[in-house]
T-cell receptor, first 112, second 117 residues
Framework: QKEVEQDPGPLSVPEGAIVSLNCTYS??????FMWYRQYSRKGPELLMY????GNKEDGRFTAQVDKSSKYISLFIRDSQPSDSATYLC????????????FGRGTSLIVHP | GAVVSQHPSRVICKSGTSVKIECRSL??????MFWYRQFPKQSLMLMAT?????????EQGVEKDKFLINHASLTLSTLTVTSAHPEDSSFYIC?????????????FGSGTRLTVV
């Protein structure tokens, strides 16, 4: 079992839909949770950074962490074609350099 | 915000030659930088941790003599792919943290697409 599991998709939705992206993990030491967006042939861009359980909202994006279930989610409201990208979850434990462990990414396609 | 600049964005080289990729932190100092490799539709694979003024730490299975890392200053790390072969063709990405505390995510460069022909 991989430390971080993420469905690669692709996930195709119409413009304006609410998108739900998810990851599960097995390492209970993970405390820091991140979502990155990666456009084709580009480096990942940090979208959300959360600590421990709970919700965090930033504009159209909401990140949720449920440590008891080892499950994290990213919700995108009012999705736009420009949101089409690969979304990678990442998580790290405390201490050291907080080196993240990445999921394989979910490809999202928002069609007009 | 924190910016990591990576060059070149794309390079094509002949088999057997060496290629150098630069990674710079533009508005912060980074004592540690990280080099990743990414295959199509795959996740980021950490190759090595680059430490300013000391030797890099390589992940298991990564050939340190093939992937030479130099972190000569607090804002620059380089990855040199030596004697490149077609199987080294991949997307290479560097990253760094703009702070040492817990509240910082990693900032990534824009990546380098290496094609060995």
């Amino acid at each position: 079992q991989k430390e971080v599991e993420q469905d690669p998709g692709p996930l195709s939705v119409p413009e304006g839909a609410i998108v739900s992206l998810n990851c599960t993990y097995s390492n209970s030491a993970f405390q820091y949770f991140m979502w990155y967006r990666q456009y084709s042939r580009k480096g990942p861009e940090l979208l959300m950074y959360t600590y421990s359980s709970g919700n965090k909202e930033d504009g159209r994006f909401t990140a949720q962490v449920d440590k008891s279930s080892k499950y994290i989610s990213l919700f995108i409201r009012d999705s736009q074609p420009s949101d089409s990208a690969t979304y990678l979850c990442a998580m790290s434990a405390s201490g050291g350099s907080y080196i993240p462990t990445f999921g394989r990414g979910t490809s999202l396609i928002v069609h007009p | 915000g924190a910016v990591v600049s990576q060059h070149p964005s794309r390079v094509i080289c002949k088999s057997g030659t060496s290629v150098k990729i630069e990674c710079r932190s533009l508005d912060f100092q980074a004592t540690t930088m990280f080099w990743y490799r990414q295959f199509p539709k795959q996740s980021l694979m950490l190759m090595a941790t680059s430490n300013e003024g000391s030797k890099a730490t390589y992940e298991q299975g990564v050939e340190k003599d093939k992937f030479l890392i130099n972190h000569a200053s607090l804002t620059l790390s380089t990855l040199t792919v030596t004697s490149a072969h077609p199987e080294d063709s991949s997307f290479y990405i560097c990253s760094a943290r703009p702070g040492t505390g817990a509240g910082y995510g990693y900032t990534f460069g824009s990546g380098t697409r290496l094609t060995v022909v």
